[in-house]
Nanobody, 129 residues
Framework: QVRLVESGGGLVQAGDSLRLSCTSS????????MGWFRQNDGKERDFVAA??????????RYADSVQGRFTISRDNNRNTVYLEMNNLKPEDTGVYYC????????????????????WGQGTQVTVSS
């Protein structure tokens, strides 16, 4: 069983930056593909960013809306995945969830929320204009 805990959300102004963290309790964190999703007002969780298993050579992918502003990274020594968010916009507001998927091959990027096995409880990000 893997437990994910997100942190780092908050209320910021447009143009500000935030860094979200997601720490896993799993002992094989480096073997998990990870992703960040965003949800608003009970709607579906939208893909934000994903990173493959592995270390420094891990592959990444971003939603078009955040490309160039957000960066996903992972520190396997700390069992943590990060989402660095720069130049935040009001439309970035939402509850951000991290997700994990085990049993994947190297370089696997998962953008479909239904393929993930584990989810955190979410952290709220609010961007005011």
């Amino acid at each position: 069983q893997v437990r994910l805990v997100e942190s780092g959300g908050g209320l910021v102004q447009a143009g500000d930056s935030l860094r979200l963290s997601c720490t896993s309790s799993g002992r094989t964190f480096s073997g998990y593909a990870m992703g960040w999703f965003r949800q608003n007002d009970g709607k579906e969780r939208d893909f934000v960013a994903a990173i493959s298993r592995g270390g420094a050579s891990a592959s990444t992918r971003y939603a078009d809306s955040v490309q160039g502003r957000f960066t996903i990274s992972r520190d396997n020594n700390r069992n943590t995945v990060y989402l660095e968010m720069n130049n935040l916009k009001p439309e970035d507001t939402g509850v951000y969830y991290c997700a994990a998927k085990g049993g994947v091959v190297f370089a696997t990027i998962i953008t479909d929320s239904e393929r993930y096995d584990y989810w955190g409880q979410g952290t709220q990000v609010t961007v005011s204009s």
